[in-house]
């Protein structure tokens, strides 16, 4: 009878804990859910607290995810509008290198170079020089008798400047005579460098030669009253050297470059 009973006890337990329950499960928000609940409920907040004059009193929240009422204010657009232009032009703005120790700017070989480059293009540049004044060698005399156009450059057998596809030689002959009452070396003599112009067109430097008589590079020198033939070698476009009608050449040294017409 005992055990009638407890079976029964246990049956109606069973029954029990099958038909009763905790109600419905807990709804879990999902991170884009809970922010928006908490954005409402700060904004509804600050909203009706006249007196709040600081912490967050007008949230920033997403198009769409509250009702229009409560959406971004033309002057937040504004403000936002301008957050992405000096943004904008920060990362538009260079990187500046400081030293640590000295707290100068380091400045690149790149700026060194874009600075050199500005430097060369300043350089005044003085125009209406005879000939000799022009080469500037105290105690030469200068002159240049004549110029040839040819595809190579052949003066000797062991060096030659082969033709180049599109462009011409253009060589000068110049004849240089010491007027001094002493040798001139001209290894003493400051660096020059020769550009010429055709038609006043753009300058074309000298080419380099290892010829004894190349003016840009000669270092020998001459006995008083004694004369040598210089030649200089320029490279010019087809076009430039078809229908010249103007030369003239220019000297660049210690810091300034003078003119001449030939």
Avoid: H, W
Avoid at 41 to 68: P, W, Y
Avoid at 220 to 248: C, H, P, Q, R, Y
Wanted: hydrophobic share 30%; with cysteine.
């Amino acid at each position: 009878m005992k055990f009638k009973r407890f079976v029964l006890l246990v049956s109606i337990m069973c029954i029990l804990s099958c038909t009763t329950g905790c109600g419905e499960t807990l709804y879990t928000m999902t991170t884009d859910e809970e922010t928006i609940v908490t954005l409402y409920a700060a904004k509804m907040v600050s909203k009706f607290n006249k007196n709040q004059t600081t912490g967050i009193c007008n949230a920033r929240i997403r198009d769409g995810e509250l009702d229009d009422a409560y959406g971004t204010t033309d002057d937040e657009a504004a403000t936002d509008e301008s957050d992405t232009l000096e943004d904008d032009a920060t990362d538009l703005t260079e990187e500046v290198t400081v030293d640590p120790e000295t707290g100068e700017e380091i400045i690149s070989d790149t700026d060194s170079e874009t600075s050199e480059e500005t430097q060369e293009d300043v350089v005044s540049t003085d125009s209406g020089y005879s000939f000799t004044d022009a080469i500037g060698i105290d105690g030469m005399e200068f002159t240049c008798s004549k110029f040839e156009i040819s595809n190579e450059f052949k003066p000797s057998s062991s060096f030659v400047l082969s033709a180049v596809s599109g462009k011409k030689y253009l060589v000068l002959t110049i004849q240089g005579t010491n007027t001094s009452d002493s040798t001139i070396d001209f290894s003493d003599v400051a660096t020059r460098k020769y550009s010429l112009s055709l038609n006043g067109g753009n300058a074309s430097s000298s080419q380099y030669t290892p010829l004894s008589n190349d003016l840009s590079q000669y270092d020998g020198s001459l006995a008083v009253g004694e004369s040598k033939t210089f030649i200089l070698v320029f490279l010019f476009s087809d076009s430039s050297v078809e229908n010249i009608t103007s030369l003239e050449l220019y000297v660049d040294s210690d810091g300034s470059t003078r003119g001449t017409a030939i």
